[in-house]
């Protein structure tokens, strides 16, 4: 069985795949690049703050006319906020890939997101409907699976999944084990649906799969911290760790103009800063900064080893005539303040 996860930015496209690595590494391509040949891969289209006609498009492109017989598990990856286009990728993927129906459930409890009546709640907060976001971007019909049916669990909840078949179904979940019975249902069909969520349907997905991978180990040494995101979680992290010592580079707070341009421009002075001295990881949060760092070290491949906690994710960077380097990266809203400094120490960095 292979599978294939499709991501709308880099920092998710990490946060997911790495989490199948519990057998071997799991390759991320990075648009245009295609997908790599191997039992998990990654593409991750960079289509996020795309306009949607443009962000399915490359999801169409990315796939490929192999799709069908490239993979037999298809995992679209979304935002667990719901930023960037996921209903119009998702239906991109669905006529890309030729599957009949989607299962869809953006809840990561380990970062306090759930979904409980259709409604998206962060730390507890309802944020937005699941289906109101996906209805004006999808071709097919919605349908919803409740909480209740969901811990119904079995034989009754794979019945209720394949009744919905040529739909796309917006699924509850507040638990891991709500999680895990959704996917469960899934992969008892003989056709199982096409799984959108966020890290926490795909830990889910992975641990039925046998992939699972286990705690990853950071390096100790000397670390750099290359921080884009402009959410409080990170601006919160990055005092910390500048406090505590670590080596940090960052892009300018909000309203110190375009953030993709300043994305751009601290992952060029991260380049430039890695080729002058040694360093033995390199931290990065905020997906526009990850491709920018990406893009700006020349780098052709990375591959995933393992999640060192939820949300992150290690893998190696590897680079032309340049030894390979350990990244760690992480989505700019999750963590506590100390992050950095406690792995950090853990670490013995």
Known sequence: ???????????????????????????????????????????????????????????????????????????KKIDSTLRGHAGAELAALLRATGVASALVCPAFPAQGRSVVDRQLFVNGEPRASVVDRLRPEVDR????????????????????????????????????????????????????????????LARALA?????????????????????????PSTRR?????????????????????DAATAATEVGAEAARLLAAEPFDLVCVTGGETAVALYRALGATRLDL???????????WLGMPGRADLAM???????????LFVSLAREAGA
């Open 1 to 75: 069985m292979t599978v294939t996860i499709v991501a709308d930015d880099l920092t998710g496209a990490c946060d997911a795949g790495t989490l199948f690595a519990g057998k071997s590494p799991v390759p991320v391509a990075v648009w245009p690049d295609p997908p790599v040949a191997a039992p998990v891969s990654v593409v991750d289209t960079e289509s996020r703050d795309l306009e949607a006609a443009e962000a399915t498009r490359r999801v169409r492109r990315a796939i490929g006319p192999g799709a069908r017989a490239g993979a037999s598990v298809w995992f």
């Open 141 to 200: 019909p919605l349908a919803w699976i409740p909480l209740g049916d969901v811990r119904t669990g079995g034989v009754a909840l794979t019945a209720r999944v394949m009744r919905l078949a040529g739909m796309i179904a917006v699924a509850d979940a507040e638990t891991d084990a709500d999680l895990d019975a959704l996917v469960g249902a899934a992969l008892a069909l003989e056709a199982p649906p096409l799984l959108a969520g966020s890290a926490g």
């Open 207 to 231: 641990e039925r799969l046998g992939l699972l991978a286990g705690p990853a180990s950071l390096p100790t040494g000397r670390w750099l911290i290359v921080a884009g995101s402009l959410s």
């Open 237 to 257: 992290q990055i005092a910390e760790a500048r406090r505590a010592g670590l080596r940090v580079l960052a892009t300018p707070d909000a309203g110190r103009g």
């Open 305 to 315: 080893v393992g999640a060192p906690q939820p949300g992150l994710a290690l893998g």
């Open 328 to 338: 760690l990266t992480k989505a700019g809203g999750f963590g506590p303040s100390n």
